[in-house]
């Protein structure tokens, strides 16, 4: 190191120095660490030295270590959990072989075995007791070997293929500081906080190798051959079987190295303002080749962007390097960040610059990155905005017809969907008790709006140099929220009370203006800050009753969502030309506490539901009318974390139907139809719900109680899926009917209530008594139509319409299960998506003396799920010798063909099912 940087390197480290009189004080640990690669079974052998010097005023008995690559030891981890709750199965139902830990650890404390104990509640952590207490001012040297299996992967290191990411792999020691110890399990979501020391680490591993790692490389002839391998004139194969690679770093708080044969390597050097000259390396794969090219341009405009608005890069190179990794974007360690390989060509100016920027916010500015996101991601994200609004335009082709119906700052637009759903969290929230989707629109670009809020209050030079201070106090430090308000404060001389104050509070960070209304064709997400869009776009639908319909649908379903929602959908039917339609208007509003949402809503429809031709040859439809009001509550969890959902409605229908009445005219003895007059009916409906919408073994059950003017129905529905490891799964459906009239059974009664009666085999359009699915023709006994079913009651999936005593119907109970399996992948190609199915189900009549049929009916086969399961195909295969004996008696139905059913489950549709449970 030479000498001018050891200065100031030393006058960096004074780590007692007082802040605005404030007694700071924090840990420093120095390591030595010797670590092989053994290639072959993607492990390390390492041994560590670190000598830890206690700067605090206390005497410390033990220290605790993170382990971290225990993390994906099993899936009973906090990342492992943490994972699916954030809808990711890889890891849970990952093999062995991908699977990673630490072991063959030994601590010695000055040379003396120390014992160690289990954290109560991660296997990622471990307490090293001290055969000695640590006393204030001094310094104990820790030695342990250490054997790690790198994991796939997963998250932010491992291996993958015959690359190697090798990250958070050494047992280091948690931050202790003036809020005592932060011992954290490793998680995918939510980053670091670790102590400040030097490092030197040698790294030996097959010659073939190259290798990207933080710090500053020791072995001159490697370097220099890095370098010109850089320019092009690769040297080839490397001689020695094994080399032993040298890095060394002074004030960083981690260490990272990544190893790949086929790195292509870029190096040039940058001159800093100050005439310090540094080292830009870049490492990408032959495939990068063209994507990569300007990577060393965009590090240096990177270093140079943050240089002049924080503080000076303190370190002598700086190295980006690029991975295939699970997931996007990037990771950042100091001296060198790790770019994700599903990153494009124009996106990496951006990421470079976002990944670079992180050797400020928490590299050098090393606050608890897990309890406070935003210090770091946050405050990173607002120099990103400004970097990108300071690149000179590039002349963009002007946005074509839909692009200009697209909001203009896409994450922006999704915070204020999030906000008015008062699904957001505040900005001072911990980075494990955000939720997936608030964990970057609030911890990232939220944070950066209040930046940005904050530099329009001050004025961009004050602003500036308050960052400035900042960094000159607080760099090598571990600054908390309090510490940078403070320095921001008394740099400016301003109180900022009110602008700190917002980072606890949800809700928009400036109040929300009246809005604009305005007509839009389509849709439009534009300006949607401004205005609120009735949107018109063409309406259609189909039934075999009145045939075409066209109209047009209004609505005012925008995002962010109005309290008040409507649409309206008139239709013409070509068949039965006359108007039919839907419309619908609610209210919603999120009140605090333990309700989140209300709605009001109340609804209308009218559509043709028969048809025929009169005594005088005309053409005549007959249909129904509905008007259904609700109210639903959706209640609020103890989480925001939490994936369940309850809600209560209660929903009251009326219904208007007109049939036919049938004659007979006395010329030709042909029975006519006639329309009859409307009749009506009321239905109230109280519904209690529940739905986990976990990605592993999600499950929904719903408690129905239903009353008409006769008769009163409670429904049980439950769902539970059940994941296979391989992809796919099971889903088991129950079902269970409980039937009574109200006041005194009559025959006349039991006739009236027959299709409110539940039954076990497939439900039918006459049968769907609230009109709540979709049919294309309800009163079919021939044609396709005729084999549309609905999945309710006990859906045995067969049609026993002309058997009246075979449909397991009851005026008491019935109940079902339906299992339907998804087959495993190898045996179906991924274009047919076929499942086997099995319904089995008893009612009260079979178990009376004398049954009609066997007590258990059952049918199974073959179900094809398409368009994401909204249409489910049936096939029955083997069922019951009740229906089988039954079908005999008519050979027409009885084919393979006429037995097929389907149903079209649109009414399925859940907006947070669609957005893969991140919005709600
Ligand atoms: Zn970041």
Same mark, same amino acid.
Request: aromatic share 16%; with cysteine.
């Given at each position: 190191m030479p000498v001018v940087k050891k200065i100031l390197f030393l006058a960096a480290c004074n780590l007692t120095l007082s802040l605005y009189g404030q007694n700071y004080w924090q840990q420093e640990i120095n390591y030595t660490i010797d670590v092989s690669l053994i290639e072959s079974e993607s492990s390390l052998d390492g041994f560590m030295k670190l000598q830890y010097i206690n700067h605090s005023p206390d005497t410390l008995s033990f220290i605790w270590f993170h382990? %971290?690559? #225990? $993390? *994906? &030891?099993? @899936? &009973?981890?906090a990342f492992s959990d943490q994972l699916l709750e954030n809808g990711r199965t890889d890891f849970y139902f990952s093999d062995k072989e991908k699977r990673g830990y630490i072991n063959h650890l030994d601590f010695r404390v000055d040379g003396v075995a120390a014992q160690t104990q289990d954290h109560p509640e991660y296997f990622d952590i471990i307490k090293v007791l001290l055969p000695l207490p640590l006393a204030p001012g001094k310094a104990v040297q820790i030695t342990t070997p250490f054997h790690e299996k790198l994991p796939y992967n997963f998250s932010r290191g491992g291996y993958s293929g015959k690359s190697f990411q090798v990250t958070q792999w050494y047992p280091k020691p948690a931050v202790y500081d003036q809020q005592g110890w932060h011992p954290m399990p490793y998680l995918d979501q939510g980053e670091f906080y670790s102590e400040f020391g030097n490092f030197d680490v040698r790294i030996t591993l097959p010659g073939n190798f190259l290798v990207a790692a933080t710090g500053e490389l020791q072995n001159e002839e490697e370097k220099r051959w890095l370098k010109i391998n850089a320019r092009? #004139?690769?040297?080839?194969f490397r001689e020695s079987q094994t080399k032993t690679l040298e890095y060394k770093q002074n004030n960083i708080h981690d260490f990272a190295w990544f190893a790949d044969r086929n790195f292509v390597v870029n190096y040039d050097s940058l001159l800093l303002p100050s005439g310090k000259t540094i080292e830009v390396f870049s490492f990408y794969g032959p495939d990068k080749t063209e994507a990569w090219k300007n990577s060393i341009r965009f590090v240096k405009d990177a270093v140079v962007f943050h240089s002049s608005l924080?503080?000076? *890069?303190?370190?002598s190179c700086v190295t980006v390097v690029e991975a295939a990794l699970e997931r996007s974007g990037g990771m950042e360690y100091p001296t060198i960040a790790l770019i994700s390989s599903q990153i494009s060509e124009k996106q990496l100016p951006l990421v470079i610059e976002h990944e670079v920027g992180h050797n400020w916010f928490y590299g050098i500015l090393a606050n608890n990155e897990r309890s406070f996101p935003w210090m770091d991601e946050g405050i990173n994200t607002y120099y990103d905005r400004r970097f990108m609004a300071g690149k000179a335009k590039v002349e963009k082709p002007s946005p074509d017809w839909f692009q200009r119906k697209l909001p203009d700052d896409p994450l922006k637009f999704l915070l204020a969907v999030v906000t008015k759903e008062k699904s957001d969290q505040p900005i001072s929230t911990s980075s494990e008790q955000f939720t997936r989707v608030n964990y970057s629109l609030i911890a990232y670009e939220k944070t950066g709006f209040w930046m940005k809020q904050l530099e329009d209050s001050l004025g961009v030079a004050l602003f500036d140099s308050c960052m400035q201070e900042y960094f000159r106090l607080w760099r090598y430090k571990h600054p908390y929220p309090k510490d940078f308000q403070s320095v921001i404060e008394k740099t400016s001389g301003k109180n900022l009370e009110g602008q700190f104050a917002l980072l606890d509070k949800t809700g928009p960070l400036t109040p929300e203006k009246s809005k604009k209304i305005k007509p839009s064709f389509l849709f439009s997400l534009h300006n949607s800050d401004k205005i609120d869009y009735l949107n018109l776009l063409p309406a259609v639908g189909y039934n075999l009753y009145d045939q075409f319909m066209v109209g047009a649908l209004i609505h005012n379903y925008d995002l962010p969502a109005n309290n008040f929602q409507f649409l309206l959908a008139p239709m013409y039917a070509t068949g039965s030309r006359q108007f039919n339609g839907i419309g619908r208007a609610g209210y919603g509003w999120n009140p605090e506490g333990r309700i989140r949402k209300i709605e009001i809503a109340a609804g209308a429809s009218r559509f043709s539901t028969l048809k025929g031709i009169d005594s005088n040859g005309n053409k005549i439809f007959s249909g129904f009318f509905k008007f259904a009001s609700s109210i639903r509550i959706v209640f609020a969890n103890k989480t925001f974390r939490s994936q369940v959902e309850k809600w209560l409605e209660f929903k009251s229908f009326i219904i208007g139907e007109n049939g036919f009445n049938y004659y007979l005219k006395s010329t030709d003895s042909v029975a006519y139809p006639a329309k009859q007059p409307y009749s009506t009916r009321y239905l109230n409906q109280l519904t209690f719900g529940i739905v986990n919408y976990r990605v592993l073994y999600p499950y929904d059950a719903q408690l129905q109680i239903q009353q008409g003017s006769e008769f009163y129905r409670i429904n049980l529905t439950g769902n539970y899926f059940l994941n296979y490891s391989t992809g796919g799964g099971l889903n088991v459906r129950m079902f269970a009917a409980k039937f009574g009239y109200l006041g005194e059974k009559t025959p006349a009664k039991a006739l009236e209530t027959g299709i409110y009666q539940p039954k076990l085999t497939a439900t039918r359009g006459n049968e769907d008594f609230t009109y709540s699915n979709y049919f294309i023709g309800r009163n079919e006994f021939s044609g396709l139509s005729s084999q549309q079913i609905m999945i309710k009651d006990g859906a045995l999936k067969l049609r026993t319409d002309l058997f009246e005593g075979l449909q397991g119907r009851s005026d008491n109970w019935i109940a079902a299960l339906n299992f339907n399996s998804t087959l495993p !992948? &190898?045996?179906?190609? $991924? %274009?047919l998506p076929l499942k086997l199915f099995l319904d089995i189900g008893t009612y $009260? @009549? $079979? %178990?009376?003396? !004398?049954?009609?049929?066997?007590r258990f009916l059952y049918v199974g086969g073959l179900q094809l799920s398409l368009f994401k399961n909204y249409i489910n195909i049936y096939a029955p295969l083997l069922y019951s010798s009740d229906f089988s004996d039954n079908l005999k008696t008519v050979p027409e139905e009885n084919t393979f063909w006429r037995k097929i059913s389907f149903s079209?489950?649109?009414?399925?549709?859940n907006f947070r099912s669609i957005t893969r449970n991140l919005l709600y």
């Amino acid at each position: 190191m030479p000498v001018v940087k050891k200065i100031l390197f030393l006058a960096a480290c004074n780590l007692t120095l007082s802040l605005y009189g404030q007694n700071y004080w924090q840990q420093e640990i120095n390591y030595t660490i010797d670590v092989s690669l053994i290639e072959s079974e993607s492990s390390l052998d390492g041994f560590m030295k670190l000598q830890y010097i206690n700067h605090s005023p206390d005497t410390l008995s033990f220290i605790w270590f993170h382990l %971290w690559p #225990n $993390a *994906y &030891k099993n @899936d &009973k981890t906090a990342f492992s959990d943490q994972l699916l709750e954030n809808g990711r199965t890889d890891f849970y139902f990952s093999d062995k072989e991908k699977r990673g830990y630490i072991n063959h650890l030994d601590f010695r404390v000055d040379g003396v075995a120390a014992q160690t104990q289990d954290h109560p509640e991660y296997f990622d952590i471990i307490k090293v007791l001290l055969p000695l207490p640590l006393a204030p001012g001094k310094a104990v040297q820790i030695t342990t070997p250490f054997h790690e299996k790198l994991p796939y992967n997963f998250s932010r290191g491992g291996y993958s293929g015959k690359s190697f990411q090798v990250t958070q792999w050494y047992p280091k020691p948690a931050v202790y500081d003036q809020q005592g110890w932060h011992p954290m399990p490793y998680l995918d979501q939510g980053e670091f906080y670790s102590e400040f020391g030097n490092f030197d680490v040698r790294i030996t591993l097959p010659g073939n190798f190259l290798v990207a790692a933080t710090g500053e490389l020791q072995n001159e002839e490697e370097k220099r051959w890095l370098k010109i391998n850089a320019r092009g #004139n690769m040297t080839g194969f490397r001689e020695s079987q094994t080399k032993t690679l040298e890095y060394k770093q002074n004030n960083i708080h981690d260490f990272a190295w990544f190893a790949d044969r086929n790195f292509v390597v870029n190096y040039d050097s940058l001159l800093l303002p100050s005439g310090k000259t540094i080292e830009v390396f870049s490492f990408y794969g032959p495939d990068k080749t063209e994507a990569w090219k300007n990577s060393i341009r965009f590090v240096k405009d990177a270093v140079v962007f943050h240089s002049s608005l924080i503080g000076e *890069y303190p370190y002598s190179c700086v190295t980006v390097v690029e991975a295939a990794l699970e997931r996007s974007g990037g990771m950042e360690y100091p001296t060198i960040a790790l770019i994700s390989s599903q990153i494009s060509e124009k996106q990496l100016p951006l990421v470079i610059e976002h990944e670079v920027g992180h050797n400020w916010f928490y590299g050098i500015l090393a606050n608890n990155e897990r309890s406070f996101p935003w210090m770091d991601e946050g405050i990173n994200t607002y120099y990103d905005r400004r970097f990108m609004a300071g690149k000179a335009k590039v002349e963009k082709p002007s946005p074509d017809w839909f692009q200009r119906k697209l909001p203009d700052d896409p994450l922006k637009f999704l915070l204020a969907v999030v906000t008015k759903e008062k699904s957001d969290q505040p900005i001072s929230t911990s980075s494990e008790q955000f939720t997936r989707v608030n964990y970057s629109l609030i911890a990232y670009e939220k944070t950066g709006f209040w930046m940005k809020q904050l530099e329009d209050s001050l004025g961009v030079a004050l602003f500036d140099s308050c960052m400035q201070e900042y960094f000159r106090l607080w760099r090598y430090k571990h600054p908390y929220p309090k510490d940078f308000q403070s320095v921001i404060e008394k740099t400016s001389g301003k109180n900022l009370e009110g602008q700190f104050a917002l980072l606890d509070k949800t809700g928009p960070l400036t109040p929300e203006k009246s809005k604009k209304i305005k007509p839009s064709f389509l849709f439009s997400l534009h300006n949607s800050d401004k205005i609120d869009y009735l949107n018109l776009l063409p309406a259609v639908g189909y039934n075999l009753y009145d045939q075409f319909m066209v109209g047009a649908l209004i609505h005012n379903y925008d995002l962010p969502a109005n309290n008040f929602q409507f649409l309206l959908a008139p239709m013409y039917a070509t068949g039965s030309r006359q108007f039919n339609g839907i419309g619908r208007a609610g209210y919603g509003w999120n009140p605090e506490g333990r309700i989140r949402k209300i709605e009001i809503a109340a609804g209308a429809s009218r559509f043709s539901t028969l048809k025929g031709i009169d005594s005088n040859g005309n053409k005549i439809f007959s249909g129904f009318f509905k008007f259904a009001s609700s109210i639903r509550i959706v209640f609020a969890n103890k989480t925001f974390r939490s994936q369940v959902e309850k809600w209560l409605e209660f929903k009251s229908f009326i219904i208007g139907e007109n049939g036919f009445n049938y004659y007979l005219k006395s010329t030709d003895s042909v029975a006519y139809p006639a329309k009859q007059p409307y009749s009506t009916r009321y239905l109230n409906q109280l519904t209690f719900g529940i739905v986990n919408y976990r990605v592993l073994y999600p499950y929904d059950a719903q408690l129905q109680i239903q009353q008409g003017s006769e008769f009163y129905r409670i429904n049980l529905t439950g769902n539970y899926f059940l994941n296979y490891s391989t992809g796919g799964g099971l889903n088991v459906r129950m079902f269970a009917a409980k039937f009574g009239y109200l006041g005194e059974k009559t025959p006349a009664k039991a006739l009236e209530t027959g299709i409110y009666q539940p039954k076990l085999t497939a439900t039918r359009g006459n049968e769907d008594f609230t009109y709540s699915n979709y049919f294309i023709g309800r009163n079919e006994f021939s044609g396709l139509s005729s084999q549309q079913i609905m999945i309710k009651d006990g859906a045995l999936k067969l049609r026993t319409d002309l058997f009246e005593g075979l449909q397991g119907r009851s005026d008491n109970w019935i109940a079902a299960l339906n299992f339907n399996s998804t087959l495993p !992948n &190898k045996l179906l190609p $991924a %274009w047919l998506p076929l499942k086997l199915f099995l319904d089995i189900g008893t009612y $009260a @009549d $079979a %178990w009376q003396s !004398n049954p009609t049929t066997s007590r258990f009916l059952y049918v199974g086969g073959l179900q094809l799920s398409l368009f994401k399961n909204y249409i489910n195909i049936y096939a029955p295969l083997l069922y019951s010798s009740d229906f089988s004996d039954n079908l005999k008696t008519v050979p027409e139905e009885n084919t393979f063909w006429r037995k097929i059913s389907f149903s079209i489950d649109i009414q399925r549709f859940n907006f947070r099912s669609i957005t893969r449970n991140l919005l709600y």
